[in-house]
């Protein structure tokens, strides 16, 4: 596609329910990556995909996030049992490849509130 | 470690006005990107430059400009003639081999343009 999509746009769960957030990068960028922007804060990296596979998961926030890339385009981020800690606004990426200086391209990003 | 410090949190300044973001970064590598990034109030993430550590050159872009000085770890951003469309969040980042290529984000500057 012409640019990083993203979907939902917008997702309000209840406390306890698992959410998935889909990204689609651009066509032929093999690096993808997820971010969260909690309200007033900057960005925070969670997750990055060269292909499938994510070779560090370490800035997950804990163990009710993960994440997988499937065929080498899109990607699904699920949080179980959320809480209301995990409102914000979770970004999605994507660059040609991975590595320093490539310039990563975002999408608008899922708003996700849990109440 | 990657730091990325945006000391102003908010501008305002009137239409027609030049207005100069400031970026100041650490890091330990000697190859380095550092990139900024508009955000609009719709979300989406908009990339504007990427710089490497080894071209210092400023660089000019309509009514945007960037002056890049290693000797004070400065990435400044100058938007002349400011805008009511200027009116966004702009974040600088860095991207270095140490942080395995990942983007560090600063805080963000919001500024708004006043009619």
């Known amino acids: 596609g012409a640019g990083v999509s993203q979907s939902p746009s917008n997702k309000v769960t209840e406390k306890g329910k698992d959410v998935e957030l889909r990204c689609d990068p651009i066509?032929?960028?093999?690096?993808l990556y997820w971010y969260r922007q909690s309200l007033g804060q900057g960005l925070e990296f969670l997750i990055y995909?060269?292909?499938?596979?994510?070779?560090?998961k370490s800035g997950l926030p804990s163990d009710r996030f993960s994440a997988e890339r499937t065929g080498g385009s899109v990607s699904t981020l699920t949080i179980q049992r959320t809480q209301q800690e995990d409102s914000a606004v979770y970004l999605c990426?994507?660059?040609?490849?991975?590595?320093?200086?490539?310039?990563?391209?975002f999408g608008e990003g899922s708003w996700l509130t849990v109440v | 470690a990657q730091k990325v410090t945006q000391a102003q949190t908010e501008i305002s300044v009137v239409e027609k006005e030049d207005v100069t973001l400031d970026c100041v970064y650490e890091?330990?590598?000697?190859?380095?990107?550092l990139f900024w990034y508009k955000q609009p109030p719709s979300g989406e993430l908009v990339f504007l430059i990427r710089?490497?550590?080894?071209?210092?050159q400023n660089e000019i872009s309509g009514r945007y400009s960037w002056n890049f000085q290693k000797s004070t770890s400065s990435f400044n951003f100058t938007i002349t003639a400011s805008q009511v469309v200027d009116s966004a969040v702009y974040f600088c980042?860095?991207?270095?081999?140490?942080?395995?290529?990942?983007?560090?984000f600063g805080t963000g500057t919001r500024l708004t343009v006043i009619p």
């Open positions: 990426a994507s660059s040609l490849t991975y590595g320093s200086g490539n310039t990563i391209y």
């Open positions: 066509s032929g960028h093999t690096a």
């Open positions: 995909f060269q292909g499938n596979s994510a070779p560090d």
């Open positions: 890091t330990r590598d000697t190859t380095y990107y």
């Open positions: 710089r490497n550590s080894f071209d210092e």
């Open positions: 980042a860095l991207s270095d081999q140490t942080g395995a290529n990942n983007l560090f």
